[in-house]
């Protein structure tokens, strides 16, 4: 397993599972993060001429690396399992914001809730619906689903930092935001499912204070850790896959003066 690690000023990464290499991890203020959504596909993403064959719905949302296509139920119990692990490194009043989809499996519906509810002692504090304006994964007999969600997940009883100001999207800074984000998909990352960086940026504003710790465990291109960096936080996280972790590299090394960390 590599276990190298990069850094710039107050922001670390880590190349391995986050499993291995984040175990010592204690005291985050906020996990913001999205893991693989299981959407079914069995192969790499296809992105040619679909009436050649090789357009395929459901690679598209598939991330490498990870297996697409797990049973659900073993999906689930990976799911439990990570946000548990999340749960025991919360500081308190630690957030977990926790990006998921619906996702059509056998004919049904399955919500992220099915899984989240049964996780430990976590309650949903809030849901906020990202309507993305597009999907490639779709079926023809459903509706296209072009949003996702945004799970806000606590301990009960904890106060969370939240400040609800609309940063990005209103005229007037005193405005709050509503719970329904209209924000299109990223594009120019090298990266099957990048993060929009005004997502990620809106989160971490809303759910934590300047200095906390942010980590997120699938940092794919490493928006999450840009996002961070200019919202003034402190961060940690995880990428499995050594190309994604040097493209983060070379992201954020090209950011190193923005982040004031020459």
């Not at 913001?32 to 596909?41: C, E, K, V, W």
Request: hydrophobic share 35%; net charge positive.
């Amino acid at each position: 397993m590599n276990q190298r690690r990069f850094r710039v000023g107050r922001l670390e990464a880590r190349c391995g599972d986050y499993k291995e290499v984040m175990d010592d991890l204690r005291g985050v203020d906020l996990f913001f993060t999205s893991p693989p959504y299981n959407i079914g596909s069995k192969s790499p993403k296809h992105t040619t001429n679909r009436r050649s064959g090789g357009f395929d719905r459901k690679s598209w949302g598939a991330i490498e690396g990870y297996s697409d296509s797990l049973p659900e139920a073993a999906y689930q119990a990976q799911q439990v399992e990570f946000l548990g692990w999340c749960e025991a490194r919360l500081a308190y009043g630690g957030v977990i914001v926790y990006n998921h989809k619906n996702r059509h499996v056998k004919g049904r519906v399955i919500s992220p809730l099915e899984w989240i509810l049964t996780v430990g002692s976590l309650v949903v504090h809030d849901e906020i619906v990202w309507d993305r304006g597009s999907t490639h994964n779709h079926a023809p007999v459903f509706v296209y689903p072009e949003s996702e969600r945004i799970y806000v997940l606590k301990r009960p009883g904890e106060r969370i930092s939240f400040k609800n100001e609309d940063f990005f999207w209103k005229d007037h800074p005193n405005k709050g935001c509503g719970d329904v984000w209209s924000i299109p998909p990223a594009r120019g990352v090298n990266h099957n499912a990048p993060f929009p960086l005004d997502l990620a940026r809106h989160c971490i504003r809303l759910f934590s204070k300047a200095d906390a710790l942010v980590c997120d465990p699938y940092l794919g291109s490493g928006t999450s850790m840009l996002a961070a960096g200019l919202e003034g936080r402190r961060f940690v996280g995880s990428e499995r896959l050594p190309k994604y972790f040097k493209l983060l590299e070379s992201r954020l090394t090209d950011l190193r003066y923005e982040l004031g960390a020459a």
